[in-house]
């Protein structure tokens, strides 16, 4: 697959072949984002929406990182610096730009509401903070199997196994709200579907073709020894489009839900598939206890304000910005 790649690459695509992978993946990501317009009339909604659909759509990138660079059993932590990356990017910079520009009042923004608003605000709220508690299980799962400094075939299965079953929880969950509004889901739910299993193969081969030439190339900082840090940056822009998004559309449990949900498609399931496919023991990074600490905070911070205050306060996300811009000065290899 990358000897193919590299050939079209270097030989049909020259030197504009990384600009090209790269607006190839960023057309498909934007197409997957379009078609969650559709199924989230189609019987997923708000944050079932966030956490259940949009996270493998905006994380596809960094699944398929781990799938390429498994592939290569490359025994290294670029796969576990792009997971950590993405999640402290989503929970502090991600939340707290839009937070900054529109505001985040998650629920109870208006203090008369009818009785079927103000249900389905709770059942919401309840639902963001299951998601935020999860990520908190699933971070200290990671901390925990790697803290002895490497990841194994056995880690590897237990992180896609509480993955698959937190993944379960969400698909029986959506089964029982359809059954209680009396809905089926509508076939027209299958095609869109094959569409994002389309952009998700479009995703695929511009990742495998960025790696092969990432692993080429060495223009100053971008090199193959800083893949990690580059490829968290590039897969986190569909986030960056969702945040944007749907904070301008005034959606801010949707972006909650979204950056939080795409944090799981990274810990656990990123980690436990490239863990899985490496086989032998694969090495962890530098960063992994910096990177610990600033999620398990973010985590615990964003689950207080949402269950006590219901909303994310712009001063908060000042603070957000400014801890991710401390945890690039501290995190970034010199």
Not at 179 to 187: A, G
Not at 247 to 268: F, K, L, M, N
Not at 311 to 328: D, I
Request: proline fraction near 4%; include cysteine.
């Amino acid at each position: 697959m990358s000897d193919t790649v590299s050939v079209i690459q270097w030989q049909v695509l020259g030197a504009a072949a990384p600009w090209i992978m790269m607006l190839l993946f960023l057309g498909a990501s934007a197409f997957m984002i379009w078609r969650l317009e559709c199924l989230s009339e189609k019987g997923f909604e708000g944050t079932v929406l966030g956490t259940l659909i949009m996270p493998y759509c905006s994380g596809i990138g960094n699944l398929m990182f781990a799938w390429v660079m498994g592939r290569q059993s490359a025994a290294s932590g670029e796969v576990l610096t792009n997971s950590l990356v993405n999640n402290v990017t989503n929970l502090t910079l991600l939340i707290g730009l839009p937070t900054v520009i529109w505001g985040a009042p998650l629920f109870g923004k208006k203090k008369k509401q009818k009785k079927a608003i103000v249900r389905t605000e709770k059942i919401n709220r309840l639902s963001l903070l299951l998601t935020l508690t999860a990520g908190l299980f699933f971070t200290g799962a990671v901390w925990a199997l790697a803290k002895d400094g490497s990841l194994n075939l056995g880690d590897g299965i237990v992180l896609v196994g509480i993955f698959l079953f937190w993944q379960c929880f969400h698909v029986f969950d959506v089964m029982k709200s359809n059954v209680r509004q009396n809905r089926s889901m509508p076939w027209s739910v299958y095609p869109e579907l094959i569409g994002l299993a389309f952009g998700a193969v479009v995703t695929y081969y511009t990742i495998d073709g960025l790696v092969v030439w990432m692993n080429e190339v060495e223009f100053g900082w971008i090199r193959r020894d800083h893949i990690g840090w580059l490829s968290a940056w590039l897969m986190v822009l569909p986030n960056a489009l969702l945040a944007l998004y749907y904070g301008w559309r005034e959606q801010p449990e949707t972006v909650y839900a979204s950056q939080v949900g795409d944090g799981h498609i990274c810990i656990p399931l990123c980690i436990g598939v490239y863990a899985m496919l490496a086989g032998a023991a694969s090495g962890v990074p530098p960063i992994l206890g910096l990177s610990i600490m600033v999620l398990v905070a973010a985590l615990a911070l964003h689950l207080l304000l949402v269950a006590v205050f219901g909303k994310l306060p712009r001063m908060v996300g000042w603070l957000f910005l400014a801890a991710y811009g401390v945890y690039l000065w501290q995190g970034l290899p010199r």
